[in-house]
């Protein structure tokens, strides 16, 4: 495939890279003028119709996310039965090999590049999109240490195929979550116990669970606990590790509830407040809802030499009671005088039972008002309990217990709850985190607005480093909160450089700092030569001083081919006319033995031809050829000239024109 193009437009270059599912080839974008990733599924796809739109669906869903630490998708095609994704480039190498390379890593070098990838995998996660293959190989490391994750979509899209559907599961096994061992539907919770995984092996440089085979190793994610981290490196914090464990539960409910609580927990794990931690453990509650096992069939015989012959039961003999005196008449009796007591009983109001009442609503009345509208039914023990509520407003009346339109005795004690208005809370100190998830994980969180500004900070881009209200500040519901978010250590505005000549270029670079350096030249009709064409990053982007600027910078209009005019032209040779000689010559000649017939005479006379033309490349009329005739000649004459341009061209004999023309 090297030296091919993909899709009308991708050259490829190289491989960079190879693996199960497919082969990924540096390439680059001829009509974007920058190098890619190819990534070429090395699955067959013929005859799998559903299987390529599948894949096509879940490689575009791919293509929304948006994040600093996923690797952006820019393009998904087929060209005949090749499929293939167009990716961003990454210069750099796999975390595995990154692993491989520098071996366990201390708890500071791990927790950046770990928050890194548990904040990629909460955006795809609030995008709907579970990875399903989790592992250090779709993990890129660029030039500057920080990571990138790819595949998403692959996975999924490969799920369906012949090979899943047979005896093998997409995914590395090392990395595999238990429900997706015993053949379950992957979830976010999969991916979260991946990455535990991770974690696990960037702190102690190998793979918690290994043996001979895939089965033995899927296995052992079903059954065996995951090792302690700090059996090998016992310098790691219990808090770190306490990540890891709660992150690879077997049992999925006791893991995070969702990556964006893993990532808050990650980013608090070195504070001193956690210095004492205890070691994770679930609290087991014996009374919580168990699942009643399912009953097996019975054992099915084989033969009827399995079968047991049951002899009928003897029962046991007893003489017979002694006959009683019947007893009937008397309980005839009895049961006419109850029924003759409760029919006068019935009779008398308020005998067997308290008076009874329907509970009145009150919900949304004062206290007051509630308390007389109860006693007007009867109900008069009544106690007030106060009770936070967001829909009530304070000292209104939320709901009775028991509940109104309930029939009660007038005697019982009726319960109101009392509104205390909105429940106030202590706002979280959310300085330090990535804003995109931190307003991502407090949308559904009541506040009326989340809203962010931008500022300089050395700070990384996209870090909060300020909040108002402040933390610690007792805030009630439908409170407006504002971040401060980094843009980067000291961002300044550039200017519009589009129509800059080269002068102004200087000046703007000397009084901003930017670098700025032409990238490029090419042809432009808008443009004169010389000036801006384009610029990258784009004006009114704000980036760091110093920041390097490309410029591509105009050649001019693109100037249409020359035209070459080729004129064959017949120079005729005309013999001089000669006067006879006088009388005495005439005599002489006689007296020679001479003959002359009295009249003119032609002699050959050799005669000058200059040709001169004026075109592209002489720009006057200048001599392009001369020679001498002595018959008549046929030349070519050529002219070359521009696109609207007008050439001429003449022809002398000693110096007298004897032809000349003007050409177009």
Request: cysteine-free; proline content about 5%; overall charge negative.
């Amino acid at each position: 495939m090297i030296g091919s193009r993909i899709g009308g437009r991708y050259e490829i270059v190289r491989n960079i890279g190879d693996g199960g599912m497919s082969k990924v080839y540096l390439a680059h974008d001829i009509i974007l003028d920058r190098d890619v990733a190819i990534k070429v599924l090395n699955y067959d796809f013929v005859n799998e119709e559903a299987l390529k739109r599948r894949f096509k669906r879940e490689a575009l869903s791919a293509t929304s996310l948006t994040h600093p630490h996923i690797v952006d998708i820019f393009d998904v095609g087929e060209e005949d039965e090749l499929h293939y994704l167009v990716m961003e480039y990454i210069e750099g190498q796999t975390l595995k090999k990154f692993i491989q390379d520098n071996g366990a890593l201390t708890p500071k070098q791990a927790l950046p590049i770990m928050q890194q990838i548990v904040s990629a995998i909460a955006n795809a996660h609030h995008n709907g999109i579970v990875h399903r293959d989790v592992k250090p190989q779709n993990i890129l490391m660029d030039s500057d240490g920080n990571a990138k994750i790819t595949d998403f979509g692959i996975a999924m899209a490969l799920s369906a195929t012949a090979h899943t559907k047979t005896n093998s599961v997409i995914g590395t096994v090392h990395y595999l979550s238990p429900e997706q061992a015993r053949g379950g539907m992957a979830t976010k919770k999969s991916d979260i116990y991946s990455l535990g995984i991770v974690l696990y092996e960037l702190l102690s440089g190998e793979l918690p669970f290994t043996a001979d085979t895939a089965v033995a190793i899927a296995l052992k994610h079903l059954q065996e606990e995951t090792p302690l981290v700090r059996m090998l490196f016992p310098s790691i914090p219990q808090s770190l590790e306490n990540v890891i464990l709660k992150a690879t539960m077997k049992d999925a409910t006791y893991r995070y509830d969702s990556a964006d609580e893993m990532y808050d927990d990650l980013l608090t794990v070195l504070s001193p407040e956690r210095a004492n931690e205890k070691k994770f453990a679930i609290v087991f509650d014996d009374d919580r809802t168990r699942a009643i096992p399912i009953v097996s069939d019975t054992t099915k015989f084989d033969s009827v030499e399995m079968t047991k012959k049951n002899e009928p039961v003897q029962l046991e003999q007893f003489p017979p009671p002694p006959k009683k005196r019947k007893k009937w008449p008397y309980i005839v009796g009895g049961i006419a005088g109850v029924a003759i007591l409760l029919l006068l009983l019935s009779l008398i109001p308020g005998v067997l039972s308290p008076k009874k009442a329907v509970i009145p609503d009150v919900s949304g009345m004062e206290e007051a008002e509630a308390r007389d509208t109860l006693a007007e039914k009867g109900f008069n023990s009544v106690i007030g309990e106060e009770q936070h509520s967001d829909e009530f407003k304070e000292g209104e009346v939320i709901k009775t217990i028991p509940e109104a339109d309930k029939k009660r005795a007038v005697d019982s004690k009726i319960t109101l709850y009392i509104s205390a208005g909105k429940e106030p809370s202590i706002l979280a100190d959310y300085r330090g985190r990535n804003a995109e998830i931190t307003m991502a994980s407090l949308d559904d969180k009541g506040f009326k607005s989340i809203n962010s500004n931008p500022e300089s900070s050395e700070q990384p881009v996209g870090t909060i480093i300020g909040q108002d209200p402040a933390a610690g500040e007792v805030i009630l519901s439908e409170t407006d909160l504002l971040f401060t978010v980094s843009s980067g250590p000291g961002l300044r505005e550039l200017g519009n450089l589009s129509g800059f000549d080269a002068e102004q270029l200087q000046d703007y670079r000397n009084s901003s700092g930017f670098d700025i350096k032409v990238s490029k030249t090419e042809h432009s009709a808008t443009f004169s030569e010389g000036l801006v064409i384009r610029q990258s990053p784009p004006g009114n982007t704000r980036i760091a001083p110093g920041a390097k600027v490309e410029v591509v910078v105009s050649k001019g209009p693109e100037k249409k081919a020359d035209k070459l005019i080729v004129k064959t032209v017949i120079i005729e040779y005309v013999p001089a006319v000669v006067e006879p000689p006088n009388k005495e010559d005439e005599d002489d000649d006689e007296e020679d033995g001479n003959n002359s017939d009295g009249g003119q005479q032609s002699v050959l006379v050799p005669q000058l031809i200059q040709i001169s033309i004026q075109d592209k490349n002489n720009t006057t009329m200048t001599i392009v050829d001369e020679f001498i005739i002595t018959q008549t000649t046929e030349r070519k004459i050529q002219l070359k000239l521009e696109e609207g341009q007008t050439g001429a061209y003449k022809i002398t004999r000693d110096s007298i024109i004897i032809e000349a023309e003007t050409v177009r």
